[in-house]
């Protein structure tokens, strides 16, 4: 199961089966190629391999997915969408450059919500939002009183 | 440090090599501050592997953050591993992440679940004991927390449906709760509670009810409801509905879903929505063989969707109509497959229809000229890609043919002739596996065609022999043609060119062939002996142990030669010889390897000397000739049997005349139609027509194939109540009989007018559906009837039952131990009516066995089961008890077979006969083939008497069953535990009752069956053996109130499966 997005590029991908590197790239240019060619009335789904690959476009985005012949095409087509909510809320009316200068953000909001494949997280969005912002809001605390804390620690 | 790292996951992104920074990713996750850590994990999940080295050094820090007190901190560890972790350091964290399960905070309940999911998707065995936490987790007062226990359920249910039967119930509660909105809001997706849970929750259920009446009783109500509730336009409603319907077909199925079911698919397929519809004809393909006539009512749809320009709605089509296929419509779908596979390109997508295409072929060939035809272009299509099955599969049929044998020789010729065809055209290029197909069967069967002139093959066949792009496997095949040609024909110039061409050729392989021929040549009545003709089906016994070298072996052996050992021999001397001094063999283990040396002798040099032997003797060359061309046919009977071609053929044959008479039908209607150029024609375009004309003959079969598909499922009804009133039975075969006129009368119009048609159609599955459900409901309403007092009788049966239980135990309590035991005939005979229960005989009571339990029973048999535990195998007996007042013939006893278990000799055994009143016994012997901790072996007892009776039951077998003790000494004990490899350490806690080691060692000795090989201090060693032979070493320390146990063994799985039952056992006790 991988999960990336891009435009001609890649910015952003996530492995959740081991593969080589060279067999990575491999994928990720034969998918590329594949799912650019296709017009934008056509299908969300398509076979490839033994796999079907679910791809959405946002804006000059593409986001795709790889789910296994038994899963479920349209709530996959939801959890792209869910994951876009969820950036947008988070960047506040995402674009691509956000995701480009803070694609480490972007893979925080992603474990949170899949973790370890194709496991969702969890389905909601606002206790989602509150554990990032905690997090955040941990983390800037923490850097700010660094020292601080570190003494009493 | 923290921007560098982020800078090289962009760069890692891009493709460039960035594995210097992967050491330095893990001391940031070490060291850092918060905000490093957390970029450090990151830049570690996405760097890294399962099975990268690196890891290792990760697992120290994860431990750490685990017991940290800041939460974020626990998260970010919790997350990193239920992402990636090295399997063998699970021991470290799991009592960490155990304890994670009982946390306040519900984020880091719900990622140690998710953490023990991955435990489980990658070591099972490992979290083998927390059970019963996933069941809490289940529980949780967090929706999150429930939902992730979910993942592992659906895993477990995948795997095992049988053993989480009894949950059905909770999952239909929590799915209850979640439809009827009883979640928090913030569940909610586009005003949708918790679609992803309700997905997951309908997948498992669909799991738990499948084939199973009761289970699906439970779920009914509920998928009703999702239903119900899923009527807002949206994508994530679709989704939910897609997964009901195929939960649905997939439990026990319920006529009134089963219709709410196929209007949503309806639904999805007339959709404009692309993806709607994609997911439709997904939906249809699963559901068309349960139900074909919901394809006929879409189908001008999926006509429609042939011609979609989205290439994958094709293939999705595509695979719906390779679903419907039947004798009458395989020439048209098999055509738009191959169309389809000339466009594709993808070579995933050509190999699997390729396949698909010559399965349907083999399968429904209406004649030989066609099915040659397809097969052609099969294998020019499908190129050097397609599946090496199919060429072996289709040059097996050619060989061994129909029962008819003139039909055989028409399919030979004609293959013959289309092959000549085709290597006429000068410059074609075909796929390598063609080429070696059309050789073998030009080598074959050119013969059959006389018109044509054996030197003009030969020729072609040269030619071949000399392009560039043939490879040289082909030209071996090419080569063994010419010589079954040429030993046919009197003399021929083109061999002698051919000969003296390759005699000096550099390919050695040729040469050799070249040479072989030249010497077969100038003996032809040899010729003739090899390479008789048609004789590739003919058995050919092939001396596997190489009997006739035996004399070689013994000449060797006499002039001193040293006799052969087998590689696993000269390896274990290898090592003997490196640790010097141990000159004992290593435990019961090795014993059976070693065996004797002059039989072992015998096998191998000779394959060298076979192998090397490639002298220009003739009469040698020519055996050896023989024997690779009579390999190849002998590997070619051997196949999958799913292509038997006679069977094939029957069923061919039944539907021929069916499809005379719809051949008929259509010329008659394609006469007609230009005779009625009236209202009806006009009002139909050109193209729609041939639409139309395109669904009749796609769906042709359909039709008939639903009314018998009906037919046969109102025969079952009747069958099954047959005991139960005649005026049902009367009423249903009214009714199939009407099945057939209407089936019938279905046939005529579909050709005519489709549209009409189609609602003639849908009308009467209308009516035939009231009526089969109205008849349905008197059969069960007496069904239920006749249920009752038979139940009332059972239960009466069971208190006599236990009552003379009673006594007897109670006899047993007097000591009176002569009237326990008697023969079981006696028994029976003493005990007049009472139930038969069966009990040992004398030599194997002595052994340790468990009681006899009572497996289940119907009015004629009883089975009781008894386990007995032998030296070297688990003997069940299973006794089976008649409880008629005649004898039974021929009750037959099989053994299913079991993942884990392996049932020595067969695993069917028939008694012949039963006498009345009486218990017979049957004995197996059986290993575990594959470690578990439990499994299940099911079996069935069957029986054909005036009424048949059909029993199924299973057996638990758990890994203790086959666990048997090891004597040995204290330094057998040591040399054995250097040599293995595998061990598994763990601590476990003991109870204040059994703090000291003796008592450890007591209750480990007892409950499982180990043997103490010796005490020292507060060190004991322990050793058994799982049947038959891997032997399994424990070493125990007590400390501070924990029993450190180690265990070492051969089998990498045997170890784990050990140590849950010592977990138990010491809970137990």
């Known amino acids: 199961m991988l999960l990336f997005s891009r435009q001609g590029k890649l910015r952003l991908q996530k492995w959740y089966v081991p593969l080589s590197d060279k067999e990575k790239k491999k994928i990720t240019r034969e998918l590329v190629q594949t799912v650019l060619a296709r017009k934008p009335k056509m299908c969300s789904f398509l076979e490839w391999r033994d796999l079907k690959i679910v791809y959405k476009r946002y804006a000059s985005l593409y986001f795709c997915c790889a789910i296994e012949d038994q899963d479920n095409e349209l709530i996959t087509l939801e959890i792209i969408h869910r994951y876009v909510e969820l950036l947008d809320k988070y960047f506040g009316s995402v674009c691509e450059l956000d995701i480009i200068f803070n694609f480490e953000k972007a893979y925080f909001i992603l474990d949170e919500f899949l973790l370890g494949g194709e496991v969702q997280e969890t389905s909601k969005k606002n206790v989602l939002k509150a554990i990032e912002q905690a997090d955040l809001l941990q983390e800037s605390q923490n850097e700010d009183w660094g020292g601080l804390s570190e003494d009493i620690l | ?1069």
């Open chain 2, 1 to 1069: 440090m923290k921007e560098c790292m982020v800078r090289l996951i962009y760069c890692e992104m891009l493709g460039y090599e960035s594995s210097f920074g992967y050491i330095h990713a893990i001391k940031l996750a070490q060291q850092g501050n918060l905000l490093e850590k957390r970029v450090g994990y990151l830049a570690v999940s996405l760097f890294l592997h399962e099975n990268h080295e690196l890891l290792l050094l990760l697992v120290n820090t994860v431990v750490k953050d685990l017991q940290s007190t800041n939460l974020v901190e626990v998260c970010m560890a919790l997350t990193i591993v239920s992402q990636i972790f090295p399997r063998e350091m699970i021991p470290a964290v799991l009592p960490l992440i155990e304890d994670k399960l009982q946390h306040s905070k519900e984020i880091i309940r719900r990622k140690a679940v998710q953490a023990l999911y991955k435990f489980y998707l990658i070591a099972p065995n490992q979290v083998q004991h927390i059970h019963d936490k996933f069941r809490k987790a289940l529980c949780d007062r967090d929706a999150g927390v429930m939902a992730a226990s979910l993942h592992i359920y659906l895993q477990m249910i995948k795997e095992n449906p049988s053993g989480y039967k009894d949950l059905t119930g909770s999952f239909v509660t929590i799915l209850k709760q979640v439809v009827g909105g009883k979640l928090p809001i913030d569940f909610n997706y586009h005003s949708v509670p918790a679609p992803w849970l309700q997905i997951q929750l309908l997948r498992i259920l669909g799991l738990l009810g499948k084939d199973d009446p009761r289970t699906s009783e439970l779920m009914y109500d509920v998928l009703d409801e999702s239903l119900r509730r899923a009527e807002i336009n949206h994508n994530i409603t679709y989704a939910i509905l897609f997964e009901c319907v195929q939960t649905i077909y997939t439990i026990y199925p319920k006529s009134e879903l089963l219709e709410k079911a196929a209007k949503c698919i309806g639904k999805f397929v007339l959709s404009p929505k692309i993806n709607l519809k994609y997911l439709g004809l997904k939906a249809l393909t699963y559901v068309i063989q349960q139900d074909p006539n919901l394809a006929l009512q879409h189908q001008m749809t999926i006509i429609e969707c042939l011609d979609h320009p989205d290439p994958i709605i094709k293939r999705e089509t595509l695979e719906l109509l390779y679903r419907i296929t039947n004798g009458q419509n395989v020439i048209v779908i098999v055509q738009k497959m191959l169309d389809y596979l000339k466009e594709s390109k993808e070579e995933y997508a050509i190999i699997n229809l390729v396949g698909k295409v010559a399965e349907l072929a083999e399968k429904y060939a209406p004649d030989n000229e066609w099915f040659i035809q397809t097969m052609n272009a099969v294998f020019s299509v499908g190129g050097d890609v397609v599946h090496p099955d199919i060429p072996n599969n289709f040059l097996r049929l050619l060989a061994e043919g129909f029962d008819d044998g003139k039909e055989d020789d028409q399919l030979q010729m004609y293959a013959v002739q289309s092959y000549l065809a085709l290597l006429e055209e000068e410059d074609a290029l075909y796929p390598q596996k063609f080429l070696q197909v059309m050789s073998w069967v030009l080598g074959e069967y050119s013969s059959l065609v006389t018109d044509v002139d054996p030197e003009v093959i030969l020729t072609k066949l040269h030619s071949l022999l000399k392009k560039t792009f043939v490879t040289s496997e082909t030209k071996a095949w090419i080569m063994a043609a010419v010589t079954k040609i040429a030993s046919r024909t009197s003399c021929s110039k083109t061999v002698d060119k051919l000969i003296q061409e390759f005699s000096n050729s550099l390919d050695t392989c040729m040469r050799q062939y070249a040479f072989e021929l030249k010497h077969l040549c100038e003996d032809k009545a040899l010729m003739k002996n090899l390479l008789p003709f048609d004789a590739s089906c003919n058995d050919m016994v092939v001396d596997a142990s190489l009997s006739f070298l035996d004399g070689f072996v013994a000449e060797g052996l006499g002039r001193g030669a040293a006799p052969y050992k087998p590689h696993h021999q000269r390896q274990e001397e290898k090592l003997s010889q490196e640790k010097a001094l141990n000159f004992e063999p290593y435990g019961l283990s090795f014993v059976s390897s070693v065996s004797s040396s002059g039989v072992t002798g015998r096998q191998s040099p000779t394959g060298l000397s076979f192998g090397s032997d490639t002298s220009g003797n003739s009469a040698e060359t020519g055996h050896k000739e023989t024997n690779t061309l009579k390999l190849e046919g002998v590997r070619k009977l051997w196949g999958k049997e799913g292509y038997l071609p006679k069977k094939e053929n029957k069923v061919g044959r039944e539907n021929e005349p069916q499809t005379l008479s719809c051949g008929s039908l259509l010329a008659g209607q394609v006469g007609e139609s230009p005779a009625l150029p009236s209202d009806q024609v006009a009002s139909l375009s050109e193209e729609d027509k041939e639409k139309q004309q395109l669904a009749s003959t796609l769906f042709i079969g359909l039709g008939s194939n639903a009314g018998v598909s009906l037919m046969g499922k109102v025969d079952a009804t009747t069958q099954k109540f047959k005991r139960k009133s005649k005026i049902n039975e009367t009423q249903s075969s009214e009714e199939v009989s009407d099945f057939q006129i209407s089936a019938a009368s279905d046939f005529g119009p579909l050709l005519d007018t489709v549209p009409i048609n189609m609602e003639d159609c849908e009308g009467n599955t209308h009516t035939r559906l009231r009526k089969s459900s109205l008849c349905s409901s008197d059969i069960v309403e007496d069904n239920l009837a006749f249920e009752t007092p038979q139940s009332l009788k059972k239960s009466g049966l069971d208190e006599r039952l236990s009552d003379s239980r009673l006594s007897q135990s109670s006899l047993f309590a007097d000591s009176n131990i002569e009237i326990f035991q008697p023969s079981p005939s006696a028994q029976c005979e003493g005990a007049g009516k009472t139930p038969l229960v069966p009990s040992l005989p004398e030599e194997l009571e002595d052994l340790t066995h468990s009681e006899v339990l009572e497996l289940c029973q119907s009015d004629a048999l009883a089975l009781h089961l008894c386990k007995v535990w032998t030296d070297d195998s688990l003997l069940l007996t299973v006794f089976v008890s008649n409880k008629t007042t005649s004898a039974l013939h021929a009750v037959n006893l099989v053994f299913e077979e079991a993942e884990y278990f392996q049932i020595l000799e067969s695993p069917t055994y028939q008694f012949p006969v039963i006498e009345a009143q009486s218990v017979e016994r049957c004995q197996k012997c059986v290993w575990m083939d594959k470690i578990c901790t439990q499994g299940i072996l099911s079996a069935s007892v069957h029986c054909q008497s005036e009424m048949e009776t059909r029993l199924q039951f299973s057996i638990t077998l758990s890994l203790l069953d086959f666990i048997r003790p090891m004597e040995m000494t204290t330094e057998d004990f040591g040399k054995l535990w250097l040599s293995l490899s595998n061990d598994v350490k763990q601590n476990i806690k003991m109870s204040s009752s059994q703090d000291s080691l003796s008592a450890a060692l007591n209750t480990l000795q007892q409950k499982l069956k180990l043997h103490l090989v010796d005490t020292i201090g507060n060190e004991g060693i322990l050793a058994c053996q799982l049947l038959p032979s891997v032997p399994c070493l424990l070493h125990c320390r007590t400390h501070s109130g924990m029993l450190a146990l180690w265990f070492r063994s051969p089998c990498s799985a045997l170890p784990d499966g050990l140590l849950y039952q010592c977990q138990k056992v010491m809970e137990e006790s």
